[in-house]
T-cell receptor, first 116, second 110 residues
Framework: GAVVSQHPSWVICKSGTSVKIECRSL??????MFWYRQFPKQSLMLMAT?????????EQGVEKDKFLINHASLTLSTLTVTSAHPEDSSFYIC????????????FGPGTRLTVL | RKEVEQDPGPFNVPEGATVAFNCTYS??????FFWYRQDCRKEPKLLMS???SGNEDGRFTAQLNRASQYISLLIRDSKLSDSATYLC???????????FGAGTQVVVTP
């Protein structure tokens, strides 16, 4: 099956620092990548959709200047949480889709961010 | 109203029993649906895709009722390893944007 990796798997940082999370599709080219955030006991919340070579489309309420997304190639997207604060602590998950008729998404293992 | 709604459970199921639960969706334009399972503190993993009236994969059967706008998932001969949260997901647009339900927790007991 399609494999998506994320790095790092967990990170602890001080308030005010920036954190970059990488998402890679390992065995397929991802036309579209998605970034989600999940708080405890809640479902995944889509933050943004990114297509290779174009600007990401952010969901309502998600600050694009705080959550910088770069989709430089068909196998790599990055999410940078700028000036992180404790309320940004969450489980960040990316997914990748190869497109096609049914657009199945394959998820990375997630990155657990804790901001002190 | 949420686009995809699920009974949060938990559904407590004896090992070997059958459990079924539904998911309702409000957007009649939804084209395809998926069931994902998510274990605690892990990423969702695709369990089944549902495109037409339903799909079956081993002990798992999904059915789609477009007239009543619901999708069901049935698990036969439940195993302890089936304990997880099952996420109902609908896809509406051509970019594949997904709408997630909040999940149904299933706990299989010995």
């Amino acid at each position: 099956g399609a494999v998506v990796s994320q790095h790092p798997s967990w990170v602890i940082c001080k308030s005010g620092t920036s954190v970059k999370i990488e998402c890679r599709s390992l065995d397929f080219q991802a036309t579209t990548m998605f970034w989600y955030r999940q708080f405890p006991k809640q479902s995944l919340m889509l933050m943004a959709t990114s297509n290779e070579g174009s600007k990401a489309t952010y969901e309502q309420g998600v600050e694009k200047d705080k959550f910088l997304i770069n989709h430089a190639s068909l196998t790599l997207s990055t999410l940078t949480v700028t000036s992180a604060h404790p309320e940004d602590s969450s489980f960040y998950i990316c997914s990748a889709s190869a497109g096609g008729t049914y657009n199945e998404q394959f998820f990375g293992p997630g990155t657990r961010l804790t901001v002190l | 109203r949420k686009e995809v709604e699920q009974d949060p459970g938990p559904f407590n199921v004896p090992e070997g029993a059958t459990v079924a639960f539904n998911c309702t969706y409000s957007n009649s334009a939804s084209q395809s649906f998926f069931w994902y399972r998510q274990d605690c503190r892990k990423e969702p993993k695709l369990l089944m895709s549902v495109y037409s009236s339903g799909n079956e994969d081993g002990r798992f059967t999904a059915q789609l009722n477009r007239a009543s706008q619901y999708i069901s998932l049935l698990i036969r001969d439940s195993k302890l390893s089936d304990s997880a949260t099952y996420l109902c997901v609908g896809a509406t647009d051509s970019w594949g944007k997904l709408q997630f339900g909040a999940g149904t927790q299933v706990v299989v007991t010995p």
